[in-house]
């Protein structure tokens, strides 16, 4: 069963680094990364085989907890029209 995560003010800290390196998608499959965006309860980065941000969130209790997003869906995330987010439990 999945869950969701309303979108925090760490998640769109990260989505503003992301839009401030102002890549596309050509450029993060070159330079992918599994750790290069992190805060609190968020880590994460771009994975060329899904062409997508891949992030793991961890909660209070350290249940770990998977997501991914395209990188159309960052301007979402900050301008507001995405609002929450949806995870699956690590495997």
């Known amino acids: 069963m999945a ?5 925090n003010s760490d998640f769109i800290s990260i989505c503003n680094q992301i ?5 596309d998608l050509e450029v993060w ?6 750790d290069q965006f992190q805060a ?12 997508e941000f891949c992030f793991s969130y ?15 869906d960052i301007e979402r995330f900050v301008n507001g029209e995405i609002k929450e987010i949806e ?4 495997e």
């Open 87 to 90: 995870l699956r439990k690590a």
């Open 29 to 34: 499959c070159l330079i992918e990364s599994s």
């Open 19 to 23: 839009q401030k390196e102002n890549l």
């Open 58 to 72: 961890y909660e209070k209790n350290e249940i770990e907890y998977w997501f991914q997003f395209p990188l159309a």
């Open 3 to 7: 869950s969701r995560l309303k979108i």
């Open 40 to 51: 609190n309860n968020f880590c994460g980065g771009f994975d060329a085989t899904e062409e």
